[in-house]
C-alpha cells in the first residue's frame, strides 16, 4: 500500500470548515482513499473513503485531485467533538491487501 | 451486533508474566489485525492474520505470538512481558474482496507491565 503524508497537527476555529490534507503521490489506480480518526484514546473510527470522485457523507467531505496523488478531508462546521487525530491511509481493494498502515495522522485542534 | 469486542480492558502484569488478550468480531470479516500505540504515537501493526488458521508478523512482532483458530477470534500473546510492552493495543478486522472495506476497531485494550 501506498505511503502518506500528513501535517503533524492543525488548529480550526469552533464552526469553521476545518480542511485537512493528505499526500499519496506514489498511490496506484486501484487503491482508495480512508479517513478514519481516533478521539482521545478510543478506537480509531471510519469516516469516509474515495477511489476518484469526491465524496460525502453525513460526518465530511473527501476530496481527491485529479492525478490522485492528494486529498483533503473537509469537515464543514467543525465542532469541539472533532478534536480528534485524523488519520488518512490507502489501501487496495480486493484480496492481496493485507498490511494495514498507520502513520502518526494529523492532531487536529478544534478551538472555541 | 457488537462488532470488535476486545477483553480485558485493562490489566497489570509484572515483568516476566504472561498474558494473552482476545479479540472477537462478529461481522464474518477475513482479516483481522492487532495494532499497538504507544503515547503521541501513531499506530503500529504487530501481527495479523487473513484467515482461519493463518498468521503473519507486522512491524513490531517481537516478544508477541497470535492464533486464528476459529475465524471470528484473534488472540494476541505475551509469553514473557516487558515493560516496553507496556502500551494500547488495538484489534481491528476487515472483509476481503473487491471494492472498499472499512477497517473495524475494538475499543482498546490498556496493558500496564511494571
Known amino acids: 500500500d501506498a505511503k502518506t503524508t500528513q501535517p503533524p497537527s492543525m488548529d480550526c476555529a469552533e464552526g469553521r470548515a476545518a480542511n485537512l490534507p493528505c499526500n499519496h503521490s506514489t498511490i496506484s489506480g486501484n487503491e482508495y482513499v480512508y479517513w478514519y480518526r481516533q478521539i482521545h484514546s478510543q478506537g480509531p473510527q471510519y469516516i469516509i473513503h474515495g477511489l476518484k470522485n469526491n465524496e460525502t457523507n453525513e460526518m465530511a467531505s473527501l476530496i481527491i485531485t485529479e492525478d490522485r496523488k492528494s486529498s483533503t478531508l473537509i469537515l464543514p462546521h467543525a465542532t469541539l467533538r472533532d478534536t480528534a487525530v485524523y488519520y488518512c491511509?490507502?489501501?487496495?481493494?480486493?484480496?492481496?491487501?493485507?498490511?494495514?498502515?498507520f502513520g502518526k495522522g494529523t492532531k487536529l485542534s478544534v478551538i472555541p | 451486533n457488537a462488532g470488535v469486542t476486545q477483553t480485558p480492558k485493562f490489566r497489570v502484569l509484572k515483568t516476566g508474566q504472561s498474558m494473552t488478550l482476545l479479540c472477537a468480531q462478529d461481522?464474518?470479516?477475513?482479516?483481522m489485525y492487532w495494532y499497538r500505540q504507544d503515547p503521541g504515537m501513531g499506530l503500529r501493526l504487530i501481527h495479523y492474520?487473513?484467515?482461519?488458521?493463518?498468521?503473519a508478523k507486522g512491524e513490531v512482532p517481537d516478544g508477541y505470538n497470535v492464533s486464528r483458530l476459529k475465524k471470528q477470534n484473534f488472540l494476541l500473546g505475551l509469553e514473557s512481558a516487558a515493560p516496553s510492552q507496556t502500551s494500547v493495543y488495538f484489534c481491528?478486522?476487515?472483509?476481503?474482496?473487491?471494492?472498499?472495506?472499512?477497517?473495524?476497531f475494538g475499543a482498546g485494550s490498556r496493558l500496564t507491565v511494571l
Open positions: 492474520s487473513v484467515g482461519e488458521g493463518t498468521t
Open positions: 461481522m464474518n470479516h477475513e482479516y
Open positions: 491511509i490507502v489501501r487496495v481493494s480486493g484480496a492481496g491487501s493485507y498490511q494495514l498502515t
Open positions: 481491528a478486522s476487515i472483509a476481503q474482496g473487491a471494492g472498499a472495506n472499512v477497517l473495524t
